[in-house]
Every structure is written in C-alpha cells, then in structure tokens.
C-alpha cells in the first residue's frame, strides 16, 4: 500500500474516534503516520446538473441531535430506532415522522441502536449496554471493552461484540449475561462498527478478517472464515476487521474487509465462495444476482453474487466519501458527505436523480422502511423520501 492510501485509511481511523485505538503504542503510530502525510485527499469535480428521470418526494423531516458515533438506524415494523451522541433515543413512526417514544439517558453513547421492536439497546462510552423497553430503562450492564458495533436483538437475548474481540450474549428481559466468547485481540482496531448479525439459527460476528457462525445459546463455534489474510509490514496495513453493511441471500452472506476485499460466504456451513479485492472502508449491500459497494477514492462497484465478476465500476464520484449504497427495486442509492442522495441504475449506475440534505453530511447509510427512504445527518436531522 503506497503512503498516500494508508495515510488516507489512518485518517479514517482517526476521524471516526482515536478511541477506537485500543493500545497507546497504535496510537502513536498512527499519530506518526499522519503527521508524515503527503498530499490531501484531492478535491472531487463538480456534479454535474441534476437530470431528474425517476421523482423522489420529500415525506417529512424530524431531529434526534447531533450524530457523532458509529450509529446504526433499525427499522421493525414501521419504526425506525435512532440515537444520538449524547445519549437521547427514540422510536419514531416511520410514516409521519412522530415520536413514539424518546428516552434521554444523559450519557454518551459509542453504539447503538438495536432492536427487535420491543428491546432497544445501545452502549455507552463508559462500556455500558443499555436496555429499553417500550422507552424505558430495563437494565444496564458493565462491559469489559470498548464497544462501537450496535448491539443484535433477537430471540430474546441481546448480543455484543466489543473491541477486543469478545462476543457476549445475555437475557433481554433481566440483563442476566448468558456467555462471552473472547477471541484473540489485535494491538489496532478500526473505530467504526463491525459485523454482528444472525443468519437461521446462527450468530454471524466479524473477527478481525475472519466471519465466525456461533451458537447463539451456548456461545461456541460453528465455524470461523478467514475472508482475508492481513498482509502489509505494520499495524495499519494489515488492519483488516470486518465492518457493518452486508449483504445477505438465503444462506449466502456477503461482506467488506476494511482496506482489503469484498468476500462471500456459505452462512450455513463458513464454506468461502469468493473473495475479490477491494479498498473501501464502508459496508455493501445486493440483491439476488449483484452485489454493490462504494470504495475508498469514491468508486462505485458492482460484482456478481455468484463468482464475484466484476460487473462495473463508476468514478463519477470519485474522491468524494460515500455511505453504504441501497438497494430499492432497480435503483442504487448513495449518500456523500456533502449530504447528496444520489439515485442510480443499478443496471449500470447511470444517474436517475439526486437530492440534498443538509452539508453536515449523512451519519448513517440509507435505510428503506418499506417504500420509505430514511437517512440520519450528522447534524440529526433525519429525513424521509418516496422514490417513485
């Protein structure tokens, strides 16, 4: 990796919260990096004016605050589970934009949210997880580490997966915990949130560049996956952690390895169907036959579910730094950090149409809360659209 990239992916580290170094010594590392850059990230062109071919509909808009952690917005049941850093969270009915609930814990958050529509749950900076129920506080447990990943709500149980590698479960209604399982630690780990989700019967987690199935009721593993092999002479360059935005069909689950690859994987048994290289740092997203990811330099890619072909690639927006991408029906959606909504093919990325929110930039990646677009800014403000 030459200079120019890494210090690019260090910036990112350090721009999503030097509290996601774990150890003094990477710190400083990546601290010497920096102060060794090279040129800056060069300045995208000028987008080119908006051609509207498909109508997107502003339905309405609502605030929860300022979003400056690595929040992941759940949507069940026409409710969409939003928090912001300072520790307020809400249930918000995702057709008028009406609170249903909102709880001001008056502490700041590093995680968060997870639901399954009754539990909601988020951790604090001081490794606190905490449950709501129905908006009320049910029970806080102490964690043993730094936690940036949204906890999973499912069957009764919430599950965690901090910084240092452990993956914890305990019981929704008392917080009782049920089981750790502690991996082994890196001296780096990437400040944003990782893997944690659940395919059938089985807790998907992101260790590092490995994708491990567990018990989700005893804790034990099925299967771990190394994705990718770290590579590179020093700590950043073989930081390889797994991060949040996946794409699942049937069994079939497709994730990102920070800096290294896009990979597939057999969920039911860890068999790996492909790995193909990739530079980016967001989470993808597909559907039955693609699957779509947004790279590091502002790149749009989109690869076969089935081998990984590369299908096509966009520089459109190029050095611009782009979320997560959508998919709703035949479009692709993207936000920036300008805070465009960018709708696109998903045929070939040839633009649809493209709308503005605030310039504070999106905080989350989009969400589709049936035919509702929702998206977060970093400044709060969260908004709703109807692509028609």
């Given amino acids: 990796m030459n200079q120019v990239k890494q210090v690019k992916q260090v910036k990112h580290l ?28 060069p300045k995208p062109a ?27 917005m759940r949507v069940v049941e026409g409710r ?20 249903l609930w909102r709880t001001a814990l008056d502490t700041r958050l590093s995680a968060g ?10 951790v604090t900076r001081a490794n606190e997880l905490v449950v709501l129920d129905a908006g009320k506080l049910a029970w806080r447990q102490k964690l043993k580490a730094l936690t940036l990943t949204a906890p999973l709500v499912a069957g009764g149980r919430v599950f965690t997966l901090s910084a240092d590698r452990s993956v914890s479960s305990f019981d929704a209604a008392d917080g009782q915990r049920l089981w750790q399982q502690q991996k082994s630690a890196d001296p780096l780990v990437l400040g ?13 987690a992101g260790i590092g560049g490995k994708v491990a199935g567990l018990n989700p009721t005893t804790g034990a593993t099925r299967w771990e996956t190394a994705v990718v092999s770290a590579r590179g002479t020093n700590e950043v360059e073989r930081l390889v952690d797994v991060v949040s935005g996946f794409s699942r069909d049937g069994k079939q689950i497709c994730v990102r390895a920070f800096q290294y690859a896009v990979s597939c994987v057999d969920a039911s048994s860890g068999r790996a169907l492909w790995s193909k290289p990739a530079s980016g740092s967001s989470g993808i997203t597909g559907d039955a036959g693609t699957v779509f990811g947004s790279e590091a330099d502002g790149k749009l890619s989109a690869w076969s579910r089935k081998d990984g072909e590369k299908l096509w690639t966009l520089d459109r927006y190029r050095f ?18 300008a805070g465009n909504l960018h709708f696109l093919s ?15 930039g999106l905080s989350v990646s989009p969400v589709l809360a049936d035919k509702t677009l929702l998206v977060v800014s970093r400044r709060g403000s969260i908004y709703a659209f109807k692509p028609e």
């Fill in 14 to 41: 350090l721009l999503r919260g030097v509290s996601g170094l774990r150890y003094p010594l990477a710190a400083a590392l990546a601290l010497t990096l920096l102060a060794c850059a090279g040129p800056e990230r």
């Fill in 46 to 72: 000028q987008l080119a004016a908006n051609v509207p071919l498909i109508g997107v509909r502003a339905l309405w808009t609502a605030s929860i605050g300022p979003v400056d952690f690595p929040l992941d």
């Fill in 80 to 99: 969409a589970y939003v928090a912001s850093g300072d520790g307020t969270v809400a249930a918000i009915d995702t057709r008028t934009g009406a609170d």
């Fill in 113 to 122: 949210v997870g639901s399954d529509g009754r539990y909601a749950a988020v």
């Fill in 192 to 204: 944003q949130s990782g893997l944690l989700t659940a395919v059938g019967d089985t807790l998907i």
């Fill in 320 to 337: 611009r730094v782009l979320s997560a991408p959508l998919v709703a029906g035949n479009t692709l959606i993207v936000g920036d950090d």
């Fill in 346 to 360: 998903k045929q070939d990325g040839a633009p649809l149409n493209r709308v503005v929110t605030d310039d504070s």
